[in-house]
């Protein structure tokens, strides 16, 4: 195992030679209490100077890898546990599934690898040497006024750069909310319900706890609310997930007046509001009183969930506090990133990238919609025509629910069914019908019509 070690070298043995024994150690292939061969030995051994290896026990002992005594020789130390060899996967993933239609993911194949390859050169070429130290919590300054400019432009954000919180995701944007509301004495959060599960536990996460408040055909219900007592709640009113509703101006109007009259903070999770397919995108909530809402977003939908790029929109009375919990919390985001994403969005990459995954995802919202319609007549499809997923109602007499994901399952269709969002996975239907939610952005159209005749095969069966 140290003869590689040897082999390196001259001026790199001494190294190599240590860096071999401690992967011995490390790997178990030294047990703790085995006794190594007295430096002149194995120097003899090995062919190599006494010094050298003396040098190697010397560094190993001084990390606690070995353990040394006058005259008592050299061993294993007993503090060193075995490494583990192998790292495990745990990415959200439906092992053996033959046809995902679990919502939520786009079509990672759609990321346009040449162009941002061609904006991190750049970026990398342009940095100055001073750009790579602890950077802005907020985000590169450059970032956040091309963000800004974006949001105003496409979503009717009011979006002062001074105000523009770069995160990783909705989720960190989320977790620091929660830290700030923890901190100014909020014990609860309201959510929908339905709703993304991810909000209840990130709110706990910072100590809060999340209350779920029931929607109706505009929104959020408004005496629920009144009657909570929460002073701050989150909402996704451009497209309600897991509905698919988009809020009636009415109840936009209804919650800002809510939060004006109770001194209030709605989060907007503007989660997928550019991808809109029959008329342009109802304008973000946060343009109406951005004092009272604050904007989150990311490239999660539109780029990829792994880049971990978002942002937060503050109210001036919130942000120094999110800007402190920012830095406190991982102290930025890395200055590289946040640079290929601003040149990617001043030069006009992010809007290209846009109309090209609406192009792709709206054909295939129209190819689900179309298998549906010819494998399980009568379905109903609801929500507005936007997004990565849509709300699908089989008739009756596909039911129940539960022999019906049976079935699916069976076959190797992976599928959410829309009670799996309600708050403690509460059914509000009759088992006799099948509500599913159902993801189609991550789906090549012929996969999308194989997956709908394997499931309809499945469950004729």
Request: one cysteine or more; hydrophobic letters at 40%.
């Amino acid at each position: 195992m140290l003869l590689p070690a040897v082999a390196a070298p001259p001026r790199q043995r001494g190294r190599a030679l240590q860096a071999a024994l401690r992967e011995a150690v490390r790997s178990g292939r030294l047990p703790a209490g085995t006794r190594l061969p007295a430096s002149r030995e194995l120097a003899a051994d090995l062919g190599v100077s006494r010094g050298l290896v003396t040098e190697a026990y010397e560094q190993l002992t001084a990390e606690s890898y070995l353990r040394a005594g006058r005259g008592a020789g050299t061993w294993v130390g007993g503090s060193v546990r075995p490494s583990a060899g192998s790292a495990r996967d745990l990415s959200p993933r439906v092992p053996g599934a033959r046809v995902d239609f679990r919502p939520g993911t786009p079509d990672l194949s759609l990321f346009p690898r040449s162009a941002w390859a061609a904006a991190h050169r750049a970026a990398l070429d342009r940095l100055p040497h001073s750009a790579l130290g602890y950077p802005d919590p907020r985000g590169l300054p450059e970032l956040r006024v091309a963000l800004a400019s974006l949001l105003a432009r496409r979503r009717g954000v009011v979006a002062d750069p001074e105000r523009v919180v770069v995160c990783s995701g909705v989720a960190q944007a989320t977790t620091l909310l929660g830290f700030v509301l923890r901190a100014q004495g909020a014990a609860s959060v309201g959510v929908e319900d339905p709703g993304s599960p991810e909000h209840a536990s990130l709110f706990a996460s910072a100590g809060l706890t999340a209350v779920p408040l029931p929607l109706d055909g505009e929104g959020l219900a408004l005496a629920p609310l009144l009657r909570s007592g929460v002073r701050a709640v989150v909402t996704t009113p451009a497209h309600q997930f897991p509905t698919g509703i988009a809020y009636s101006a009415e109840r936009r109007g209804a919650l800002l007046d809510w939060a004006r009259d109770t001194s209030g903070v709605i989060m907007e999770d503007d989660y997928d509001g550019d991808f809109r397919y029959d008329r342009a995108p109802v304008g973000a909530l946060q343009g109406l009183d951005p004092e009272h809402v604050v904007y989150t977003g990311s490239v999660s939908k539109s780029l990829a969930p792994g880049l971990r790029l978002g942002w937060l929109i503050a109210p001036a009375a919130m942000t120094d506090e999110i800007v402190a919990r920012k830095r406190t919390m991982d102290l930025g985001n890395p200055s590289l990133d946040q640079a290929v994403l601003a040149d990617f969005v001043t030069g006009g990459g992010y809007d290209r990238q846009l109309r090209r995954c609406q192009r792709a995802y709206r054909e295939r919202r129209d190819a689900l919609t179309e298998a549906l319609a010819g494998h399980f007549p009568g379905t109903e499809v609801s929500g507005i025509a936007a997004g990565l997923h849509i709300i699908a109602r089989l008739p009756e007499r596909y039911g129940p629910q539960t022999d019906f994901l049976r079935r699916a399952a069976g076959a190797g269709i992976a599928l959410r069914p829309l009670t799996s969002y309600a708050a403690g996975g509460a059914q509000d239907h009759d088992d006799r019908t099948v509500p599913l939610m159902l993801g189609y952005a991550h789906l090549a159209p012929a996969v999308i019509t194989r997956g709908v005749r394997l499931l309809a095969d499945a469950v004729r069966a």
